[in-house]
């Protein structure tokens, strides 16, 4: 519904006015927020600090870079979509200064909020991720047989490529109603963890089961490299945290080991006695990441990443500013953007947020543990 309303403000030109429809509706939040007499001035309990401190430093730095640098190096060639055109400030600096104020409202939000107000955020976001799966297996739906499908609702955006199910090497790859099949696995994957960890921590139900293994079905159906190997991390951190679980608690549950061998078996049985599946999980490897440097896409990537760096050495290594240029890969963009100091300041808080939790064995105080489980909740968010 948000994103439909969303669409209406771009249609309405506010984007071409330079208003970000998304910041607007986040200072509408906030407005709401403050008039309910809820705003806290105060940072939360618990707070990392280096971390919040770093991350402001490199917000600061990246709209230093989008505001200051396209007039310095202007002229120098940058990639814009496929094309190499001369630096110059625009209207994409503009938007993706809009975007990054959004991206502070939500980050000031969040370290603001108390832990039942994340917890709701959460799961307004797990009912998101469940609507677009319902909207994926519609959409597959749509491709199978050919159930009618209602473009005009889903697909009011007209830059959009990719409206229907469509087929990479025999198989059907889904994208619901993101743009592309990629940002529907970046998307849903953060609420496939959500779920998987619930299963794991709390007593198994048949709701929770089917939900879980709906979302993890979407996001194998995405045919999305990035997915997958997000899947893959997540399915090693998931066998660490619950042999952690199992050792602390001297036991394991009879349901959840059963479930867990019947999935493995099934798997097993499958790949041994069916020559399609053992074929078909071939095809989706080979695909999607043995010979993913044989394809266009990838080709594509690289030369951005290539292009990226021969910016980062035009602009002596400060970087063209926010907005210039984009890269394939998140490291790359920024480089090419804010130079070699946004990368090690988002590399910094990164780490600053990352590394308290490979030490629970110092949060033993209730102010350290708040402290773990708010870096959890940020880097989720």
Not at 207 to 223: C, R
Not at 338 to 362: C, D, Y
Request: contains cysteine; proline residues 3%; hydrophobic residues 50%.
């Amino acid at each position: 519904a948000f994103t439909s309303i969303f669409d209406a403000a771009s249609a309405l030109n506010f984007g071409a006015l330079g208003v970000s429809p998304w910041l607007m509706a986040l200072a509408i939040c906030l407005t709401l927020r403050i008039a309910q007499g809820r705003q806290r001035t105060g940072i939360a309990p618990g707070i990392n600090k280096p971390g919040l401190y770093l991350v402001i430093a490199f917000y600061l730095c990246e709209a230093f870079s989008g505001v200051v640098y396209p007039f310095v190096f202007a002229g120098i060639p940058v990639l814009h979509l496929t094309d190499l055109v001369p630096l110059q400030w625009g209207l994409p600096n503009l938007a993706q200064l809009c975007y990054l104020a959004a991206a502070s409202v939500i980050f000031m939000l969040t370290i603001t909020s108390t832990r039942d107000e994340l917890n709701t955020a959460f799961s307004w976001y797990l009912r998101g991720c469940i609507t677009a799966t319902v909207i994926a297996a519609y959409q597959l739906a749509n491709a199978v047989v050919h159930v009618p499908y209602p473009d005009a609702l889903f697909y009011s955006n007209t830059g959009h490529a990719i409206y229907h199910a469509y087929k990479i090497n025999g198989m059907w790859r889904l994208n619901s109603t993101f743009t592309e099949a990629s940002d529907m696995a970046g998307s849903i994957v953060p609420g496939v963890a959500m779920m998987g960890w619930n299963l794991m921590k709390n007593r198994i139900k048949l709701s929770s089961l089917v939900i879980f293994a709906s979302m993890l079905i979407a996001v194998l159906m995405t045919l999305s490299t990035t997915g997958y190997l997000c899947l893959a991390l997540l399915a090693a951190l998931a066998v660490v945290g619950y042999v952690r679980q199992v050792a602390a608690t001297r036991g394991a549950s009879p349901s959840k080991l059963l479930v867990l061998v019947l999935l493995f078996a099934t798997a097993s049985t499958a790949l041994i006695a069916s020559n399609n599946v053992r074929t078909q999980t071939y095809k989706i490897i080979s695909s999607v990441i043995l010979n993913k440097k044989d394809s266009d896409s990838y080709k594509a990537r690289e030369e951005s990443h290539s292009q990226a760096l021969k910016t980062l050495s035009d602009t002596s290594y400060l970087g063209a500013g926010l907005g210039s240029t984009r890269a394939s890969g998140m490291a790359y963009t920024i480089l090419a953007s804010s130079g070699v100091l946004g990368l090690l300041l988002f590399t910094l808080a990164f780490l600053a947020l990352f590394l308290p939790i490979m030490h629970p064995a110092r949060t033993t105080s209730e102010e350290n543990k708040s402290s773990a489980q708010r870096t959890l909740l940020g880097l989720s968010m």
